[in-house]
């Protein structure tokens, strides 16, 4: 996709922070970043979901993920992090990227279901024969 933020931030033509790359991924910190650290991974090659991509595509992503954290672990003197995919957004970058975002005490934060509220109309049981039942299709 020639638009894409991140696809012209692999091929160099706009600026990043770089903290790792390699041949199949980069790691970057976020120009908006929520705390200190927050850094960004991507794979170079475009794809705007995790369907758009092989498994070992998405093992090399998240063993990308493993080494930046353990660096962010260092750097920042902290061992708890939230990890996670806006996945399908309407706004925002349409390349997938996982956020790493080192926590803090005081970093005014919650755990990751505080993100979004919406209560089901159905209870756990019946969602969960929901999904097996696609699953099984799958």
């Not at 790792?20 to 970057?28: G, V």
């Not at 927050?38 to 170079?44: G, R």
């Not at 996982?98 to 209870?123: A, L, N």
């Amino acid at each position: 996709m020639e638009s894409c933020l991140f696809c012209r931030l692999v091929r160099n033509e706009i600026p990043s922070y770089t903290v790792y790359e390699d041949n199949d991924t980069r790691a970057f910190l976020d120009i908006m970043p929520c705390v200190p650290g927050h850094v960004m991974v991507i794979l170079k090659k475009h794809g705007e979901t995790i369907h758009d991509y092989s498994k070992e595509e998405m093992g090399t992503l998240w063993s990308t993920v493993q080494k930046v954290t353990k660096a962010l672990e260092k750097t920042f003197k902290t061992s708890v992090f939230t990890i996670g995919i806006n996945y399908g957004e309407v706004s925002g970058v349409h390349h997938l990227h996982i956020h790493i975002i080192p926590r803090f005490p005081d970093d005014g934060g919650g755990v990751i279901q505080s993100i979004v509220k919406k209560e089901g109309k159905e209870g756990l049981l019946e969602t969960q024969k929901k999904i097996r039942e696609h699953i099984e299709k799958i």
